[in-house]
């Protein structure tokens, strides 16, 4: 058995490095242990968000959005181009560099601070022992504290088993050689969204099928109205209501079995991306018998303070309850080791943000109007279109809009929700805002620069009480 360390934390995803980093910032003698490598089988940091998921995919859609201003938004300019082409091979290229870029960058952050990194697979044999197993050997490490931090993997439909080849993951979507021209896609949430954007934007006929009848259920109603709209004037053709039923490959397509209110039908297409989601990463993780919990689905119990049902041994990111999002999974590792460090720690979890990456891009914090009603409480909202604001009208990206909801009896903000250019820019003011319990009101009397895309966010919040100044209440 090798040495005592205050912490040994397993994963280095956002959760895991982050935890790692913060751990050594306070003095504490840390590891990290990860067992990722990447297409040349050496250690790869980042988890999947950094390796195969947020930063690559964020890469190619800004990559087939600037292909498509090119194709169909700079005439309007004065700026014509004859015969532009796409370069897949380049773009995936780029998206490469960019992930070794931040991987490598997770290592220096590493070494400058001094967490240990240890690559391999981690075991936890008992609350202070951590097993770590590689090509190379298998070693016990002595740990006073654990933080369980090992994500989250693809959920595999059994109807439409992976493949690798012509039935994919977000991963395998992330690398096709050309665009394929008939993709399918599974499931109509974050991923299935993202990915279809960015292949439909470079030439793909894209079919997203959806098992619930409604687009975006958890957005608010009138944000995923608007976003539908969208989603169709780009071609993407979202089916609702849809329950595949098999996938049957071929050497060169996929034929996709589904069934709807209109009864069975057949898809053909020349790949297809299954994207219903992601479950807990425990695949031998723990040692039976060690003592931590693990729920109905999977994932790991903890209480409010990520601390597991074994003293010492914490567990935070997609492994543990809440949303599936790398910074909530980064500000659940910084205070997991504030708390181990003897600090006080707390993550608010009803002021989380969420982002799709989609163009328009869709944010939100907070409640929607649909779960106001529900819950029958008193709210008034305040809309207010990007359209009306000089800025949007300037940089020609005029879709979507803002809107607020604030307690009709308090003012406080209980949910904002944004559909345009920059929502994931945009929504950190309102997060900021909420996080003070601010008031629709405190937002309407801030001074926001003109001419700017945050004069939405000023316009709704003056729009709350019927007091926009530009467009009529």
Same mark, same amino acid.
């Given at each position: =058995?090798?040495? *005592?360390y205050?912490?040994v934390?397993?994963?280095?995803?956002?959760?895991?490095?982050?935890?790692?980093?913060?751990?050594a910032?306070?003095g504490l003698?840390?590891?990290?242990?990860?067992?990722?490598t990447?297409?040349?089988?050496k250690?790869?940091?980042?988890?999947?968000?950094l390796?195969?998921?947020?930063?690559p995919?964020?890469a190619?859609?800004?990559?087939?959005?600037q292909?498509?201003r090119?194709?169909h938004?700079?005439?309007? /300019?004065?700026?014509?181009?004859e015969g532009a082409? =796409?370069?897949?091979?380049?773009?995936l290229?780029?998206?490469?560099?960019?992930?070794?870029?931040?991987? $490598?960058?997770?290592?220096?952050?590493f070494?400058?601070n001094?967490v240990t990194f240890i690559?391999?697979?981690?075991?936890?044999?008992?609350?202070d022992?951590?097993?770590?197993t590689?090509?190379?050997n298998?070693?016990?490490?002595?740990t006073?504290?654990v933080?369980? %931090?090992?994500g989250?993997?693809?959920?595999?439909?059994?109807?439409?088993p992976?493949?690798?080849?012509?039935?994919?993951?977000?991963?395998?979507?992330?690398?096709f050689?050309?665009p394929?021209?008939?993709?399918g896609?599974?499931?109509?949430?974050v991923i299935?969204l993202?990915?279809?954007?960015?292949?439909?934007r *470079?030439?793909?006929?894209?079919?997203?099928l959806?098992? *619930?009848?409604t687009?975006?259920?958890?957005?608010?109603?009138?944000?995923?109205?608007? %976003?539908?709209?969208?989603?169709k004037?780009?071609?993407?053709?979202?089916?609702?209501?849809?329950?595949v039923t098999?996938a049957k490959?071929?050497a060169?397509s996929?034929t996709v079995?589904?069934a709807?209110?209109?009864?069975?039908h $057949?898809?053909?297409?020349?790949?297809?991306?299954?994207?219903?989601?992601?479950?807990?990463?425990t695949?031998n993780?723990?040692?039976?018998?060690?003592?931590?919990d693990?729920d109905?689905?999977?994932?790991i119990r903890?209480?409010?303070?990520?601390?597991?049902?074994?003293?010492? #041994?914490y567990?935070v990111?997609?492994?543990?309850?809440?949303p599936?999002?790398a /910074?909530?999974?980064?500000e659940e590792?910084i205070?997991v080791?504030? *708390?181990?460090?003897g600090?006080?720690a707390?993550?608010?979890?009803d002021?989380i943000?969420w982002v799709?990456?989609?163009?328009?891009e869709? %944010?939100?914090?907070?409640? %929607?109007?649909?779960?106001?009603?529900?819950?029958?409480?008193?709210?008034?909202?305040?809309v207010?279109?990007?359209a009306?604001?000089?800025r949007?009208?300037?940089?020609?990206?005029?879709?979507g809009?803002?809107?607020?909801l604030?307690?009709k /009896?308090?003012?406080?903000?209980?949910?904002v929700?944004?559909i345009?250019?920059?929502?994931s820019?945009?929504?950190?003011e309102? #997060?900021?805002?909420?996080e003070?319990?601010?008031?629709?009101?405190?937002?309407?009397?801030?001074?926001?620069a /003109?001419?700017?895309?945050s004069?939405?966010?000023?316009?709704?919040?003056?729009a709350?009480?019927k007091?926009?100044i530009?467009?009529?209440?």
């Amino acid at each position: =058995m090798s040495q *005592l360390y205050d912490v040994v934390v397993v994963g280095a995803g956002p959760a895991g490095y982050v935890a790692a980093i913060r751990c050594a910032q306070l003095g504490l003698n840390t590891a990290c242990v990860d067992q990722w490598t990447d297409n040349n089988g050496k250690p790869s940091l980042g988890g999947t968000c950094l390796n195969v998921g947020c930063i690559p995919s964020k890469a190619l859609l800004d990559s087939s959005a600037q292909y498509h201003r090119v194709q169909h938004q700079l005439q309007s /300019h004065g700026i014509h181009i004859e015969g532009a082409t =796409m370069d897949i091979a380049a773009m995936l290229a780029r998206k490469e560099k960019i992930v070794s870029a931040l991987t $490598k960058g997770i290592e220096g952050l590493f070494k400058h601070n001094k967490v240990t990194f240890i690559h391999g697979h981690g075991r936890l044999v008992a609350k202070d022992q951590i097993k770590i197993t590689n090509q190379q050997n298998e070693d016990t490490v002595q740990t006073a504290n654990v933080v369980l %931090a090992t994500g989250s993997a693809p959920i595999e439909l059994a109807v439409a088993p992976f493949d690798d080849k012509h039935i994919v993951d977000s991963t395998g979507a992330l690398n096709f050689k050309q665009p394929p021209k008939r993709l399918g896609v599974v499931g109509a949430g974050v991923i299935g969204l993202e990915l279809g954007s960015v292949w439909s934007r *470079l030439g793909s006929k894209v079919v997203i099928l959806e098992a *619930l009848p409604t687009l975006l259920p958890t957005v608010d109603q009138q944000i995923a109205k608007d %976003a539908a709209r969208q989603f169709k004037q780009q071609g993407l053709d979202i089916r609702l209501g849809t329950n595949v039923t098999g996938a049957k490959s071929t050497a060169d397509s996929v034929t996709v079995s589904y069934a709807d209110n209109d009864g069975e039908h $057949k898809l053909k297409v020349d790949r297809l991306v299954v994207a219903v989601g992601r479950r807990p990463y425990t695949e031998n993780l723990l040692e039976p018998g060690v003592g931590v919990d693990l729920d109905e689905r999977g994932f790991i119990r903890v209480d409010e303070q990520c601390r597991t049902s074994v003293p010492g #041994v914490y567990a935070v990111g997609d492994v543990v309850r809440g949303p599936m999002l790398a /910074h909530k999974g980064s500000e659940e590792g910084i205070a997991v080791a504030e *708390l181990i460090a003897g600090q006080s720690a707390h993550v608010n979890y009803d002021v989380i943000p969420w982002v799709i990456y989609t163009h328009p891009e869709i %944010a939100w914090v907070g409640r %929607a109007e649909q779960d106001l009603q529900k819950a029958e409480i008193p709210y008034s909202a305040g809309v207010f279109p990007f359209a009306a604001t000089g800025r949007a009208l300037a940089v020609d990206d005029t879709a979507g809009r803002v809107k607020i909801l604030a307690h009709k /009896h308090t003012d406080e903000i209980l949910g904002v929700h944004i559909i345009g250019s920059q929502a994931s820019e945009l929504i950190a003011e309102v #997060v900021i805002a909420m996080e003070f319990t601010a008031s629709a009101e405190d937002i309407a009397r801030t001074v926001h620069a /003109h001419p700017t895309l945050s004069e939405a966010v000023h316009e709704a919040a003056l729009a709350v009480h019927k007091r926009a100044i530009h467009r009529a209440n």
